[in-house]
């Protein structure tokens, strides 16, 4: 679908983002191998997390969805289920890394696909350590690319020194290390999110956190839980960079979650001069939240690289258009996973802020951009991509003219109430 977008005055108001999509999959996973009900509070109603329900309900388990809330009957691992058809993921990356890790100790064979984006991307990452713990993968391109068949059993522990800082790499093999034999380890170069350390610890798991490298020993029985499910920090991030750069705004974002290691998009938008304030922090939950208010900034420049990319890798695009609206010159490298995302987000993110005159380059692992330059609308595309959607919309806010967004139903991905939000705040006059 092309959108028609027009640039507007301001922004003023209030937002409850949604759900936590990394923390929405993660609850509907857990409570689908635990033994009892799990009910999940603010679930993400994106399609992505709409996909893990439809994978799990296809594998036997009784999951109930209204809205926000869902209700998830476990068996343990033993009630899953030969699926009668295909798992389809859709989009979703961390649907099928996370469940190859889950399907790697039930003994039968399953099919998993996607769309034209999952095709696309790597899944040896999690295949070659699943084939090590003795997992039978097979697919595409030597079982890196869907459509993939895997065969599980008893998987065997392993330490697993990762070669990417992945939060869905080393879920996946934490996962299959839940359910086999003797101790898994994961040790990564750089921490990534810890979604699933805190959870499986909610579900009753031992886990041990010794720096780099996370442990657990097989055999642990999960135990049904309540999960409330915070703010996604990666959709906020929409709303902090059109506060920032769009004049006379102020914006209220409420619940947002604050995990540290999702927290690098506040660090550095706070580096480059924009003004946020907490208010209501609770970090006394095992995923900590708190309220944002976030007003109109004058931006600097910054250099972003190394330990803080894993921390705001899914907020590159968003950051790289408030760099656009920086005085001065914004570096962004050591982010080469970006290739790798729903699309090339490199390419992607350069390409379509070029067409609105944007002065941005690609570099192999970022980009760098000037700023602070005047955009004018385009016609622009999402590529499917959900968070690039979402970018190009809050550029649009700031553009001379109209600006023209094909494939903007991507956004649906992630935050199906994207549109509606923005619209219910924005002031023209
Ligand atoms: O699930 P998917 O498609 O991989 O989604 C993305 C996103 O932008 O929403 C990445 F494209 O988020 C990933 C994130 O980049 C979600 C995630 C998780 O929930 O574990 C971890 C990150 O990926 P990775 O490869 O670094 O583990």
Same mark, same amino acid.
């Given at each position: 679908?092309?959108?028609?977008?027009?640039?507007?005055?301001?922004?003023?108001?209030? /937002?409850?983002?949604?759900?936590?999509?990394?923390?929405?999959?993660?609850?509907?996973?857990?409570?689908? +191998?635990?033994?009892?009900?799990?009910?999940?509070?603010?679930?993400?109603?994106?399609?992505? !997390?709409?996909?893990? /329900?439809? !994978?799990?309900? *296809?594998?036997?388990?009784?999951?109930?969805?209204?809205?926000?809330?869902?209700?998830?009957?476990? *068996?343990?691992?033993?009630?899953?289920?030969? =699926?009668?058809?295909?798992? @389809?993921?859709?989009?979703?990356?961390?649907?099928?890394?996370?469940?190859?890790?889950?399907?790697?100790?039930?003994?039968?064979?399953?099919?998993?696909?996607?769309?034209?984006? /999952?095709?696309?991307? =790597?899944?040896?990452? &999690?295949?070659? =350590?699943?084939?090590?713990?003795?997992?039978?993968?097979?697919?595409?391109?030597?079982?890196?690319?869907?459509?993939?068949? $895997?065969?599980?059993?008893?998987?065997?522990?392993?330490?697993?020194?990762?070669?990417?800082?992945?939060?869905?790499?080393?879920?996946?093999?934490?996962?299959?290390?839940?359910?086999?034999?003797?101790?898994?380890?994961?040790?990564?170069? &750089?921490?990534?999110? %810890?979604?699933?350390?805190?959870?499986?610890?909610?579900?009753?798991?031992?886990?041990?956190?010794?720096?780099?490298?996370?442990?657990?020993?097989?055999?642990?029985?999960?135990?049904?839980?309540?999960?409330? &499910?915070?703010?996604?920090?990666?959709?906020?991030?929409?709303?902090?960079?059109?506060?920032?750069?769009?004049?006379?705004?102020?914006?209220?974002?409420?619940?947002?979650?604050?995990?540290?290691?999702?927290?690098? +998009?506040?660090?550095?938008?706070?580096?480059?001069?924009?003004? /946020?304030?907490?208010?209501?922090?609770?970090?006394?939950?095992?995923?900590?939240?708190?309220?944002?208010? $976030?007003?109109?900034?004058?931006?600097?420049?910054? +250099? +972003?690289?190394?330990?803080?990319?894993?921390?705001?890798?899914?907020?590159?695009?968003?950051?790289?258009?408030?760099?656009?609206?920086?005085?001065?010159?914004?570096?962004?490298?050591?982010?080469?996973?970006?290739? &790798? *995302?729903?699309?090339?987000?490199?390419?992607?993110?350069?390409?379509?802020?070029?067409?609105?005159?944007? %002065?941005?380059?690609?570099?192999? @692992?970022?980009?760098?951009?000037?700023?602070?330059?005047?955009?004018?609308?385009?016609?622009?595309?999402?590529?499917?991509?959900?968070?690039?959607?979402?970018?190009?919309?809050?550029?649009? !806010?700031?553009?001379?003219?109209?600006?023209?967004?094909?494939?903007?139903?991507?956004?649906?991905?992630?935050?199906?109430?994207?549109?509606?939000?923005?619209?219910?705040?924005?002031?023209?006059?």
């Amino acid at each position: 679908m092309v959108k028609r977008l027009t640039p507007i005055k301001s922004l003023n108001g209030t /937002i409850k983002v949604p759900g936590d999509k990394s923390i929405s999959h993660r609850a509907v996973m857990f409570g689908s +191998i635990a033994e009892g009900t799990t009910s999940i509070n603010g679930f993400l109603t994106g399609e992505d !997390c709409l996909s893990t /329900i439809s !994978c799990f309900q *296809k594998l036997g388990v009784a999951i109930k969805q209204e809205n926000e809330h869902v209700i998830v009957e476990g *068996k343990g691992i033993k009630g899953l289920q030969p =699926p009668s058809s295909d798992l @389809d993921v859709g989009n979703s990356g961390t649907t099928i890394r996370l469940m190859l890790g889950i399907l790697a100790n039930t003994p039968f064979t399953s099919v998993l696909t996607g769309d034209d984006s /999952i095709a696309k991307r =790597p899944m040896n990452r &999690v295949t070659q =350590p699943l084939k090590q713990m003795g997992a039978r993968i097979e697919g595409r391109d030597s079982g890196n690319k869907v459509p993939l068949q $895997i065969e599980g059993g008893t998987a065997k522990g392993i330490h697993y020194h990762s070669p990417i800082a992945s939060a869905q790499v080393k879920s996946a093999i934490l996962l299959a290390g839940l359910e086999g034999e003797g101790t898994t380890s994961v040790t990564e170069p &750089v921490k990534s999110r %810890d979604h699933t350390e805190r959870m499986l610890e909610a579900f009753g798991a031992n886990i041990k956190n010794d720096g780099l490298t996370v442990s657990l020993n097989g055999g642990q029985q999960l135990k049904g839980t309540h999960i409330e &499910v915070p703010g996604d920090i990666s959709s906020a991030a929409f709303f902090l960079v059109a506060g920032a750069i769009i004049p006379d705004s102020l914006i209220t974002l409420k619940k947002v979650g604050l995990n540290p290691t999702r927290t690098g +998009i506040l660090d550095v938008l706070q580096d480059m001069g924009a003004q /946020i304030t907490y208010q209501d922090v609770n970090e006394e939950s095992s995923e900590p939240y708190g309220d944002l208010v $976030i007003h109109t900034s004058r931006l600097k420049g910054t +250099i +972003i690289k190394g330990n803080l990319i894993p921390r705001l890798i899914d907020e590159i695009p968003i950051i790289a258009l408030a760099a656009t609206q920086a005085e001065g010159q914004t570096i962004i490298q050591d982010a080469q996973e970006l290739r &790798v *995302k729903e699309t090339d987000r490199i390419e992607t993110v350069v390409n379509q802020l070029k067409k609105m005159g944007a %002065d941005i380059q690609a570099t192999e @692992d970022g980009m760098i951009i000037h700023g602070k330059t005047p955009l004018k609308g385009a016609n622009v595309d999402s590529y499917g991509d959900h968070r690039i959607g979402m970018m190009l919309s809050v550029a649009s !806010c700031i553009a001379e003219g109209d600006t023209f967004l094909s494939n903007s139903e991507a956004v649906a991905v992630s935050y199906p109430a994207f549109f509606d939000q923005l619209n219910a705040i924005t002031k023209n006059n």
